[in-house]
């Protein structure tokens, strides 16, 4: 077994080991809800998924360097390509998991020079793990999975999500209005990760949003290797790997990924 492969065969784990973790306490525990920054939902549970997953990397990865969503939170991180990096949201989809929807995700990612090498995506309560190493192919339980081959914007489904924060609502209703106008329909399924992953697997046909890199730098690569399309509708600053950049983030079928672009610089006042 190479480098790769073991790291991924790690990340597996890890990301199955978090998500029995997060089930079982919202099966079996009373949730315990607060905010950070005033407006974003966190539980108990994601804190000790996110300390379980970071310390098991410190242990076996010493020299390496950790970005995640709850106890290293400094996206500085990301702009710093000397060692590698681990990117990590312990539940993506926080809100679904408070309110007891099962659209919640593990996500962990491994990357080097600023490119994600492996993702892993893992769905503790529809029991789905998404996997993928560069240049291997992607996965879902094992089995390979590939994009949904949309040619038209008018016949493809897509998804979105919206921030915690409701002060600048105003372009992404424009992006939404645009939309939801030119394309099938719209899901909102309230987890990045799942988003881009269902779209690798052909569930959805495009993705957009504006996330952070925890919420897509493993997704996005399970999607690349599923044969995707991903990119941004917006320009990526120099100093900024584009793996790691979620800002105007697009995600699709290839055929449909120009079209869908177009779409939403115009809605942005891009062009």
Same mark, same amino acid.
């Given at each position: 077994?190479?480098? *790769?492969?073991?790291?991924?065969?790690?990340?597996?784990?890890?990301?199955?080991?978090?998500?029995?973790?997060?089930?079982?306490?919202?099966?079996?525990?009373?949730?315990?809800?607060?905010?950070?920054?005033?407006?974003?939902?966190?539980?108990?549970?994601?804190?000790?998924?996110?300390?379980?997953?970071?310390?098991?990397?410190?242990?076996?990865?010493?020299?390496?360097?950790?970005?995640?969503?709850?106890?290293?939170?400094?996206?500085?991180?990301?702009?710093?390509?000397?060692?590698?990096?681990?990117?990590?949201?312990?539940?993506?989809?926080?809100?679904?998991?408070?309110?007891?929807?099962?659209?919640?995700?593990?996500? %962990?990612?491994?990357?080097?020079?600023?490119?994600?090498?492996? #993702?892993?995506?893992?769905?503790?309560?529809?029991?789905?793990?998404?996997?993928?190493?560069?240049?291997? #192919?992607?996965?879902?339980?094992?089995?390979?999975?590939?994009?949904?081959?949309?040619?038209?914007?008018?016949?493809?489904?897509?998804?979105? #999500?919206?921030?915690?924060?409701?002060?600048?609502?105003?372009?992404?209703?424009?992006?939404?209005?645009?939309?939801?106008?030119?394309?099938?329909? *719209?899901?909102?399924?309230?987890?990045?990760?799942?988003? %881009?992953?269902?779209?690798?697997?052909?569930?959805?046909?495009?993705?957009?949003?504006?996330?952070?890199?925890?919420?897509?730098?493993?997704?996005?690569?399970?999607?690349?290797?599923?044969?995707?399309?991903? #990119?941004?509708?917006?320009?990526?600053?120099?100093?900024?790997?584009?793996?790691?950049?979620?800002?105007?983030?697009?995600?699709?079928?290839?055929?449909?990924?120009?079209?869908?672009?177009? %779409?939403?610089?115009?809605?942005?006042?891009?062009?």
């Amino acid at each position: 077994m190479d480098d *790769l492969s073991a790291i991924a065969g790690f990340a597996e784990r890890l990301a199955r080991k978090a998500g029995e973790l997060v089930r079982h306490e919202r099966e079996h525990n009373t949730l315990r809800t607060g905010y950070k920054q005033q407006t974003e939902l966190v539980t108990h549970a994601d804190v000790l998924a996110d300390e379980m997953i970071t310390g098991a990397i410190r242990e076996r990865f010493p020299d390496h360097r950790i970005l995640s969503e709850e106890t290293m939170p400094d996206l500085e991180q990301a702009e710093q390509l000397d060692t590698p990096l681990w990117i990590i949201d312990p539940i993506d989809g926080t809100v679904n998991y408070a309110y007891g929807h099962p659209q919640v995700a593990v996500s %962990i990612a491994y990357a080097e020079q600023g490119r994600v090498q492996v #993702g892993v995506v893992h769905a503790p309560f529809a029991e789905e793990t998404f996997r993928a190493e560069r240049g291997r #192919g992607a996965t879902l339980n094992g089995t390979t999975i590939r994009h949904s081959g949309a040619t038209d914007p008018r016949q493809s489904l897509f998804a979105t #999500g919206f921030p915690y924060t409701k002060d600048a609502l105003e372009p992404l209703v424009s992006r939404l209005n645009a939309m939801i106008h030119q394309c099938r329909d *719209l899901r909102r399924i309230g987890s990045a990760a799942l988003d %881009i992953c269902w779209v690798a697997c052909g569930r959805l046909d495009i993705y957009y949003e504006n996330v952070s890199p925890w919420d897509f730098a493993a997704a996005r690569l399970i999607a690349l290797e599923a044969g995707a399309t991903a #990119g941004h509708f917006s320009e990526v600053p120099e100093a900024m790997p584009a793996d790691l950049w979620g800002r105007d983030i697009l995600i699709s079928a290839p055929a449909v990924w120009d079209p869908a672009r177009k %779409i939403l610089r115009q809605a942005s006042g891009y062009e």
